[in-house]
């Protein structure tokens, strides 16, 4: 079974920097576009950035210039570099991915969600 799991979230103050970091595991046997979404309380879930096998990237107007995606197409993970912090971007961040399983065929996977949480 695929699953994805996050970690690095936490409290940080304005201005400054966290990394998230999620791994997928599983039998896998092609991972497409992976991405990072976040949720703030009483919002929908919105997009922050995505990267394809290719390392195309894409990312919200809110996040640009300050965050960063990365993948490791051999470690199946996907990186999210948050610098200049601001307190709008509190929220739970979730992993997404579009993973082809073994057994399973295509299909749209995401992780537990992290919190984070920018406050002075």
């Known amino acids: 079974q695929v699953q994805l799991v996050e970690s690095g979230g936490g409290l940080v103050q304005p201005g400054g920097s966290l990394r998230l970091s999620c791994a997928a595991s599983g039998s896998i046997w092609n991972i497409y576009r992976m991405g990072w979404y976040r949720q703030a309380p009483g919002k929908q879930r919105e997009l922050v950035a995505t990267?394809?096998?290719?390392?195309?990237?894409n990312y919200a107007d809110s996040v640009k210039g300050r965050f960063t995606i990365s993948r490791d197409n051999a470690k199946n993970s996907v990186d999210l570099q948050m610098n200049s912090l601001k307190p709008e971007d509190t929220a739970v961040y979730y992993c997404n991915a579009d993973i082809w399983g073994a057994g399973t065929g295509r299909s749209d996977y995401w992780g537990q969600g992290t919190q984070v949480t920018v406050s002075s």
């Open positions: 990267i394809t096998s290719g390392g195309s990237t």
